[in-house]
């Protein structure tokens, strides 16, 4: 059996974490990058890849099998997910969690219409963390679960700093309260407030002349992104944010608290968590995981949208069953 | 539909165990309960259950949509999972890793001749923590996973003090060394030996009059057991035991330690950690997810040996994908 031949839509930071997740995936191939940008001046790192041109995908549907979707959940993959969808089997990491089901129908018709699987929101929140409370809620019924997220960059945040008046650039850091995360982990069963959960971390680099004072201020009144944290702004130099904040760290961690017994006397505590380098290299090797676990699915015959609470730990793996079972189980 | 009707096979510390996770599926229903004893002995907590001999389960085909299976994987787990799989979609938790692939094999024969499911070795390890062993090594294919088990009772090991001469009783809790556990949460990647990942701590009541040196030398230097552990002896009263070490605590953790990036200079580390005040009634609560599991792969038509690496998160769920979908991705 062939390698299984990759396509990769958008060439970003999570297009680049894709390629590089394919370079260690021994069943699987890159075969060609899709851009809306002229080709010519996207450069890859592999070696023998196309650079093709978005709208000339269609024409592909005979040399690959999957098609991983690297843009943005605002605007990108609401569209170029159903389109891909109706060719290919895709996969994406769409990650707003309030339009998910919105996204499912949309991909889900376009996927059925064309015979096609996707396996869509494949990232690690919306996915691992996913997974992790549905493994706990099954699990222990009786309980609660705590999403906790960072240390970590938050480029919506890191974004919504840049664009006040006055500010050349900034990095936003989503920080877990320990105080609260201990509570969880003791079995306590916390009731927890936005602001006792996270509070946020920025680093902002001001225009000469520019009032700090008011940059501060705008800051942490800011509504929804930061008006409901505690927030902490410090003024740094353009040097010492490129030299300290240019990596794109982030990670997290799921717990379920749950009880057992007769009078629920035993409680137990479940953790999942991550600590990552690269956000967007860690989120490749999701998407090209379950690239793999999509063209299992495509291969028993499915059709239509799933996630990855469909998919078991074996369809995501290189290795079969017999090898699983005596070299993991 | 009506709620699936539920059979335990054994009523031990795990039997005891499902029996409350049952109590919590709003799904599913405890119908009866088969033992070796005579089942007059039998007093089991919830109402309307009936209490059945063994060899009459046969009989009750129509009455049991799943059998989990909660005997010992020594000897009652190898003899009981292959004959009930021939009437019923069954479950357990056999938990001999190194048997696992003949236990499988048995299993699948008889499951598929009977054609049901049959869903073994769901448990927390293995089971859990084999379901974080698949996705670590399919996600971050260049890393290695380290499992580390313990603070926690190890009956076998307590077992096996019990039989040194001189000894009326004995608790032996399986204790990971943290210093290793901090190299590879801090993504050191160390190569650690058998001594490096555990130690034992025994809490022994010697019989009056009994040579404590003497137990303490055939307890550290019991091949396989105690050997190769840094082993703490402690000699406490039957009444200190009785006060301190009856309850049954476990859990442990399995990392993944990866890379990624160019160069593989972006170290990522997956955790998933377990903090058990009780270990049979969580294996219990894992056992009544995966019959949950079982039987809908029975409902989808399959017939055969599966585990706990073949199941979705969504087949483990008493809710639908919608729910799972706006609730929990």
């Known amino acids: 059996m062939g390698k299984i031949r990759v396509g990769i839509v958008g060439y970003g930071n999570i297009g680049k974490g894709v390629e590089i997740a394919l370079s260690k995936a021994s069943d699987m191939e890159l075969t060609a990058v899709f851009t809306r940008r002229n080709p010519e001046s996207v450069v890859v ?18 040399k690959i099998d999957v098609m991983i979707l690297c843009g943005g959940s605002a605007t990108d993959l609401p569209e170029q997910t159903p389109f891909m969808a109706k060719y290919f089997t895709v996969v994406d990491s769409f990650d707003n969690h309030g339009k ?3 996204h499912f129908a949309a991909v889900d018709k376009e996927a059925k ?7 869509i929101s494949a990232g690690w929140d919306p996915g691992m963390f996913s997974i992790s409370r549905v493994y706990g809620d099954a699990i222990l019924p009786n309980g609660e679960t705590y999403t906790f997220w960072g240390p970590g960059i938050s480029q919506g945040h890191s974004d919504a700093i840049r664009r006040v008046e006055g500010v050349l650039d ?8 320990e105080e609260s995360v201990q509570k969880v982990c003791n079995g306590e069963n916390p009731e927890l407030t936005t602001r006792d959960k996270h509070k946020r971390v920025c680093y902002v680099v001001a225009k000469e002349g520019a009032d700090q004072e008011a940059i501060k201020k705008q800051i942490v009144e800011m509504p929804n992104y930061f008006e409901p944290y505690d927030t902490e702004v410090n003024f740094i130099s353009m ?12 990670g997290g961690r799921v717990l379920r608290s749950g009880t057992t017994g007769k009078n629920d006397e035993h409680v137990h505590v479940v953790e999942y968590s991550l600590k990552l380098a690269s956000n967007p290299e860690f989120t490749g090797s999701i998407l090209v995981a379950a690239a793999r676990a999509a063209w299992k699915a495509k291969q028993k015959g499915m059709a239509g949208c799933i996630t990855m609470l469909d998919v078991s730990p074996a369809d995501l793996s290189a290795h079969d069953g017999e090898f699983l079972r005596k070299n993991y189980l």
């Open 45 to 62: 790192q592999s070696e023998n890849v196309m650079v093709c041109k978005y709208d000339d995908a269609p024409a592909m549907m005979d």
């Open 100 to 102: 998910i089901p919105e």
């Open 113 to 119: 219409a064309g015979g096609n699987v996707a396996l």
């Open 170 to 177: 900034a990095r936003q850091y989503t920080v877990p309260i």
């Open 239 to 250: 040097e010492e944010l490129k030299e300290k904040h240019s990596a794109m760290p982030h």
